[in-house]
């Protein structure tokens, strides 16, 4: 690891970031939390995985987050049927 270039870093207040990303520590449900949010947003209307992926990517990051929201999109019974219609 000589050379590497650390790619965690501490805010002030307390938070911690990979790169320019928060990092959402695994501990309790703040990750469920998250993901409950970015799908049943009144604006957002129950986006497809690939979509909640595009746009978390892009604020958070933790280990698993693509698995996590693949996961947490297939549990929603409105997508499936949304996903059934031809």
Known sequence: M???RHELSLAYIGVIFYKDRLWVPSIGDLRAKILHEAHYLSYTIHPRSSKMYKDL???FRWSRLKKDIIKFVSKCDASQLVRADP
């Open 2 to 4: 000589a050379g590497k």
């Open 57 to 59: 990517k892009c604020m």
